[in-house]
């Protein structure tokens, strides 16, 4: 005698969605800005969503967030914001210290209108304090023909800095301490911009 079952269970599908995170700047001196990009893309019938956050933590680590999967609902912190539209857009951010961020995307639907979470990968932004230093000119005083080297003093920034010097007579250079030979009298100047993690600062100085 032979014969047949049925196995009749219903099974539900859940959609799911992604999230990138980006960051136009991972580097930048306190008081400028970041833009943050963000995309979120969608797989499956949904009922609601998605919807998209942004969470951040000072420091390298990545802020704490629910693990990816189905069944799992954001938790909105003090160090939280929803991201508007939830689909994709840009947000600047202008962080006082080193922050990292990270993105999190949920849709709902299905047959048991479950809720799927999804994370970005951490994006850090690096953050130095400002440029600033000064320059000096040696020896100070000279008769025509002599040299005078000009000097800059950086200070801020991350540390590797760039330079750009002008002034009288043509004083020209790109290196922290340019040379400069005079054939007429009279009082010489200079000017350095100094540059370090995209910000920059003109020094003028007198010999």
Same mark, same amino acid.
């Given at each position: 005698m032979s014969g047949? #079952?049925?196995?009749?269970?219903?099974?539900? #599908?859940?959609p799911t969605c992604g999230m990138t995170l980006s960051a136009d700047k991972t580097s930048i001196v306190n008081g400028s800005s970041s833009k943050l990009t963000w995309k979120v893309d969608t797989f499956g019938s949904s009922n609601s969503g998605p919807a998209a956050y942004?969470?951040?933590?000072?420091?390298?680590?990545?802020?704490?967030?629910?693990?990816?999967?189905?069944?799992?609902t954001f938790v909105p912190t003090a160090n939280s914001t929803a991201l508007s539209p939830a689909s994709g857009g840009t947000k600047?951010? *202008?962080?006082?210290?080193?922050t990292t961020y990270i993105g999190t995307c949920t849709?709902?639907?299905g047959s048991f209108n479950s809720t799927?979470? $999804?994370?970005s990968a951490p994006v850090t932004v690096t953050v130095y304090p400002p440029v600033s230093g000064s320059c000096s000119a040696s020896p100070t005083s000279i008769t025509t023909g002599q040299s005078s080297t000009w000097t800059a003093s950086p200070s801020g920034g991350?540390?590797?800095?760039?330079?750009s010097w002008s002034g009288t007579n043509s004083l020209s250079g790109t290196s922290k301490s340019v040379?400069?030979?005079y054939t007429n009298t009279g009082t010489k100047t200079a000017s350095v911009k100094i540059?370090? $993690?995209? *910000? *920059?600062?003109s020094i003028r100085e007198l010999p």
């Open positions: 047949s #079952i049925f196995c009749n269970f219903g099974i539900g #599908i859940a942004l969470s951040w933590q000072a420091g390298t680590v990545p802020p704490t967030t629910i693990s990816n999967g189905i069944f799992r600047n951010v *202008s962080p006082t210290k080193t849709v709902t639907g799927t979470l $999804a994370n991350n540390g590797t800095y760039t330079y040379t400069k030979a540059s370090s $993690a995209g *910000s *920059s600062k």
